[in-house]
C-alpha cells in the first residue's frame, strides 16, 4: 500500500514515519518488503519526496536524498544503517536489531548500508530484480 502526502496522509499515532527515495525501484522494494513483515503496521512508508510537513523539513529532505531515514513517533531520527536496524527491530527481529546495533558490529552496519546505497544499481541485479534504480 502506498501513503502518500498528495492526498495529505499522515501516519497514525504509533507510527514512526520511515522515509526513502521514490525515485529509486531497488529503495521501493526493500520498502515493500519490510512493510511485509510489518504485521502490527507500525512503520509509516513514504517517499521522501511525497512526506508531510511535519516531519519533513528542507534539512531533512537533503538528509533523505543521501539514506533512509526514520523519524520515530516521539521525534527520535535514524538514518541510514541505524534506521534500517531500527525497522527491522519493529518488524519483529528483534534480537538481531539489538546484535547488529552494538559497536563495533554496528559500524558494519554502516559500511555494508553505504557500499549498497552507492551501488544500488549493482545490488539490484542480485537483490529484488523486478526494479531496478
Request: glycine share 6%.
Amino acid at each position: 500500500m502506498s501513503e502518500t502526502a498528495s492526498t495529505t496522509v499522515r501516519a497514525n499515532s504509533g507510527q514512526h514515519y520511515l522515509l526513502w527515495d521514490g525515485q529509486c525501484g531497488f529503495c521501493k522494494r526493500s520498502v515493500e518488503w519490510i512493510k511485509r513483515r510489518d504485521d502490527d503496521d507500525r512503520l509509516f512508508a513514504v517517499p521522501y519526496q511525497e512526506a508531510p510537513s511535519p516531519p519533513m523539513t528542507p534539512a531533512l529532505s537533503e538528509a533523505c536524498a543521501k539514506a533512509v531515514h526514520v523519524v520515530t513517533d516521539d521525534g527520535r531520527t535514524y538514518r541510514a544503517g541505524r534506521a534500517v536496524l531500527f525497522a527491522l527491530d519493529v518488524v519483529g527481529h528483534h534480537f538481531w536489531a539489538k546484535v547488529l546495533a552494538t559497536p563495533p558490529l554496528v559500524w558494519f552496519v554502516e559500511l555494508g548500508y553505504w557500499l549498497v546505497a552507492r551501488n544500488r544499481m549493482l545490488f539490484s541485479k542480485f537483490m529484488f530484480r523486478r526494479e531496478r534504480c
